[in-house]
């Protein structure tokens, strides 16, 4: 009995053991699941914030990219516009119209030559005829008259006939008043000349006649013209209320008599050369020195300084362009 309950005792001991084990085995397959899990998901975490961390440092780096892709963005128009209008400024001087080209040339060649002759004028005075004087040295007065009228009646007077041609993308209203005051610095130096000349032949003992010559005479026709001309210019078109009509038939005459004028002026003078170095020079003048040769040059240069005027004056292809405003000022209540 006693050995049939030990068996006993034992079988249940056995059974019992193996129930724990068996009831053990789900609790440590749990507890293996869930540590699993949870490691799984602690790994998971740091993935994550990883991914969202990469994600954003992405991001950083694209944002300066993107930036410089916008400045980029910008500044390409930009840059192909300095190049189209660089292009276009190339295009313009390329599509020049020659005669515009060949006008502006002769322009400046036409200025070099007025200003040569002003200063070889100026040095013929000062290194052959003992420079310039007051009333009280009448020899030496006389001497502002070729400078003077060369400067104001040469230079100045056909400056002022292609001042519309000269400065062709200017306002009408600007050029016409700059026209009228060249025209009236012209005007003074002329005056201050023949007040030179009349005196030197006046105030020397004995009086020297005066307007006795051809160059006196064609002289002071040319002066007379210029201010008839300065007049009608002045009554004609800048002074308001004159009619369109009477502008339009008044023009022609207007440039006629301008250039007119001009021309005999530049006659005179070769003459006034001339004869002041027949009278200074004598017999001297015939074996050319230095003084008769200056004088000689000069004259060329009256001549070509002329001859350019005229020509830009006069050439059709050469003429200025009405601009716009200048339309429109025509078109105005009151006429310029």
């Known amino acids: ?39 799984a998901a602690v790994a998971a975490m740091p993935t994550t914030n990883v991914d969202k961390s990469s994600k954003a440092a992405e991001e950083q780096k694209q944002q300066p990219v993107a ?10 128009p930009t840059v192909a516009a300095v190049v189209e209008a660089t292009a276009n400024r190339g295009d ?5 119209d020659p005669a ?6 002769l322009y400046v060649l036409t200025q070099l030559c007025g200003l040569t002759m002003i200063v070889l ?60 005051g060249i025209h009236l610095a012209a005007f003074v130096l002329t005056v201050i000349a023949l007040k030179t000349v009349f005196d030197s032949h006046n105030l020397v003992d004995p009086p020297i006649p005066n307007m006795y010559s051809l160059h006196s005479w064609l002289g ?35 440039i006629y008599f301008g250039l007119f004028g001009f021309t005999l002026a530049i006659a005179s003078a070769v003459m006034g050369l001339t004869e002041k170095a027949i009278f200074t020079l004598g017999a001297n ?39 716009p405003e200048d339309t429109a000022l025509l078109s105005g209540p009151v006429n310029e």
């Open 1 to 39: 009995m006693s050995k049939d309950l030990d068996v006993e005792q034992a079988a249940q001991a056995t059974m019992t053991t193996t129930s724990i084990e068996v009831k053990a085995e789900p609790v440590a397959v749990v507890e293996l699941t869930t540590t699993t899990a949870a490691g």
């Open 285 to 323: 003048y015939s074996t050319l020195p230095a003084a008769a040769v200056l004088t000689n040059i000069i004259g060329v240069l009256y001549i070509i300084f002329g001859a350019l005027v005229v020509y830009l004056a006069t050439e059709p292809s050469y003429k200025r362009k009405a601009l």
């Open 67 to 76: 930036a410089t892709t916008t400045i980029v963005e910008q500044v390409q």
């Open 92 to 96: 313009n001087k390329s599509n020049m």
């Open 121 to 180: 004028v100026g040095t013929w005075i000062g290194q052959h005829f003992g420079g310039l004087g007051g009333t009280d040295n009448p020899r030496l007065e006389f001497n502002w008259h070729p400078l003077l009228m060369t400067i104001g009646f040469i230079y100045l007077y056909g400056n002022s006939i292609l001042v519309y041609r000269g400065f062709r993308t200017t306002r009408k209203k600007t050029l016409k008043l700059t026209h009228a």
């Open 100 to 105: 515009l080209i060949n006008f502006k040339v």
């Open 220 to 254: 002071l026709s040319a002066v007379i013209i210029f201010c008839l001309q300065y007049v009608a210019g002045f009554m004609a078109f800048l002074v308001p209320g004159m009619r369109e009509n009477y502008k339009i038939a008044l023009m022609p005459l207007h």
